[in-house]
Nanobody, 127 residues
Framework: EVQLQASGGGLVQAGGSLRLSCAVS????????LGWFRQAPGKEREGVSY????????YYADSVKGRFTISTDHTKNTVYLQMNSLKPEDTAVYYC????????????????????WGPGTQVTVSS
């Protein structure tokens, strides 16, 4: 059974940092696309970052480039999202997702290409 469990969300002031973690199980961690998405109230789900665990290829949305960093720990089957210089507009529920089929390689920000999702974790950035 594929499982993803995100954690690390919380309330932080603008300019602060948070690190999200997502522990995954039920599939081969060494050859999968892993993405972080977020959804704010009244908005569509947005692709934030992506990593291919086999070759380490990464993607970042323009809105987070230079502030967020995605990484993996293959010994813990965990993907991280380090978020620095947080802004109020980063407030959203953050989700981790996995693509075992490879389609996300071509469109890493498209949530339709990720077949497995974990429950979200709330990130709130106060001004």
């Amino acid at each position: 059974e594929v499982q993803l469990q995100a954690s690390g969300g919380g309330l932080v002031q603008a300019g602060g940092s948070l690190r999200l973690s997502c522990a995954v199980s039920g599939f081969t961690f060494d050859d999968v696309g892993l993405g972080w998405f977020r959804q704010a109230p009244g908005k569509e789900r947005e692709g934030v970052s992506y990593i291919s665990t086999s070759v380490g290829r990464t993607y970042y949305a323009d809105s987070v480039k230079g502030r967020f960093t995605i990484s993996t720990d293959h010994t813990k089957n965990t993907v991280y999202l380090q978020m620095n210089s947080l802004k109020p507009e980063d407030t959203a529920v953050y989700y981790c997702a996995a693509d075992q089929g490879g389609r996300s390689w071509y469109a890493p920000s498209n949530p339709r290409f990720f077949g497995s999702w974990g429950p979200g974790t709330q990130v709130t950035v106060s001004s």
